[in-house]
């Protein structure tokens, strides 16, 4: 029987319209997302995003967008996804930053098991970080390798983790340490791989959600789309209570309000 090369090739034509046509549909959810603050579709654009991960990035070429919108999507939907678990969890708590935040005269030992050793000098942001993390009970690992965080789930066993990282890293290491346990993640404001700079107050703010169970703000817009309370100050209980509220009707119509965004993040939103 003659093998049927144009029927064959006709369907492969069909499908790599579907794939695109689909995989499209996916990166417009996400950006609208990114739009509204709000997640919509979740678990679709998620999916399609990580398994056609190249082609959504050629897609944004050839249409001239940032393709980091694909990683932003991705982080950000994981996020606004996991972040009930993770500020639930009490105990064994993992903050895990890349080492190329280190100041380039750090002079913090390497251990084999646990990274580099923070002497928390004051020469760059860990030592911040490390301090907080002291505060509201978090275990912080510098790792000199995104393979070392496989270490950190395998001997530490984190009950859940805030990483820090370059947007491709971090999309990456995300997917992996989410099938295990709940994880956030805050991309580099500058990265390079070397004398990276992180926002701060973001990782800070993320530990903070944690110590109060979740009583903070999530940088979920109120009704009124004003930002409620920012952290570090003093928690406007109205405000806190409207973002509550908005997070438990996000949760109920499947959807849940975007985190704040990294402000790299919101930009390449805005230039879709
Ligand atoms: S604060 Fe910690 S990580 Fe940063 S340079 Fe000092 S010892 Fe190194």
């Not at 991705?74 to 606004?80: G, M, S, T, V, Y």
């Not at 935040?101 to 970080?129: F, S, V």
């Not at 789930?153 to 290491?173: D, F, H, I, M, Q």
């Amino acid at each position: 029987m003659p093998v049927p090369y144009e029927l064959l090739g006709r369907l492969f034509v069909y499908l790599a319209v579907l794939v695109f046509l689909v995989t499209a549909l996916a990166l417009l959810i996400g950006a609208y997302s990114f739009r509204r603050h709000r997640i919509m579709f979740p678990n679709f654009v998620l999916f399609m995003l990580y398994l056609f991960y190249s082609p959504a990035k050629w897609i944004c070429r050839v249409f001239y967008i940032k393709e980091a919108l694909v990683d932003d999507i991705l982080i950000e939907f994981r996020n606004a996804l996991l972040l009930d678990r993770f500020k639930h969890v009490t105990e064994r708590r993992a903050v895990i930053l890349p080492q190329c935040m280190r100041h380039p005269e750090c002079r913090a030992r390497c251990d084999p098991i646990i990274g580099y050793e923070c002497k928390q000098c004051g020469k760059c942001d860990i030592g911040r970080i490390v301090e907080a993390a002291e505060k509201y009970d978090f275990k912080v690992f510098v790792v000199p390798g995104g393979s070392f965080v496989r270490k950190i789930l395998k001997v530490y066993k984190p009950g859940s983790c805030l990483g820090v990282a370059c947007r491709t890293e971090l999309t990456e290491s995300m997917q992996e340490v989410a099938k295990i346990v709940p994880v956030q993640g805050v991309c580099l404001l500058r990265d390079g791989c070397y004398d990276t700079r992180a926002d701060v107050d973001e990782v800070i703010r993320k530990m903070k959600m944690c110590d109060m169970g979740g009583a903070v703000d999530d940088g979920c817009a109120g009704k009124d789309g004003g930002e409620v309370a920012a952290i570090g100050g003093s928690v406007d209980e109205d405000g806190l209570a409207d973002c509550e509220k908005d997070l438990n009707d996000a949760d109920s119509d499947g959807f849940r309000g975007f985190q704040r965004m990294p402000k790299e993040a919101r930009r390449s939103g805005d230039d879709v």
